[in-house]
């Protein structure tokens, strides 16, 4: 899909209904832009919550408190940096 818009003196753009749709935007969702070989990419940003889930936890973890997590996470940062 090609939809064309113009920018403002300010640097706005509308995005245009049809790609708003496209990409299910709502008012007060957050676009990223990527610029890349002179072409700019726009994408919805996913909301922290619609994240839940996406990564897959090994059978072996699932269940560890998040403390527990942290300090493991912890010690092995610093185990690196000796």
Known sequence: ???RA???SKGQ??????????LDLQEGDE??????RRR???????????LAGSVAIPAGKRGTPWDDV???????????RR
């Open 13 to 22: 753009v509308t995005i245009p209904k049809r790609v708003r749709d496209a």
């Open 1 to 3: 899909m090609d939809e």
């Open 31 to 36: 676009v990223l832009f990527r610029v890349e």
């Open 70 to 80: 942290i300090s493991r996470t912890r010690r092995q940062r610093a185990a690196r």
């Open 6 to 8: 113009r920018m403002t």
């Open 40 to 50: 700019a990419i726009v994408a919805k940003t996913a909301d922290f919550l619609q």
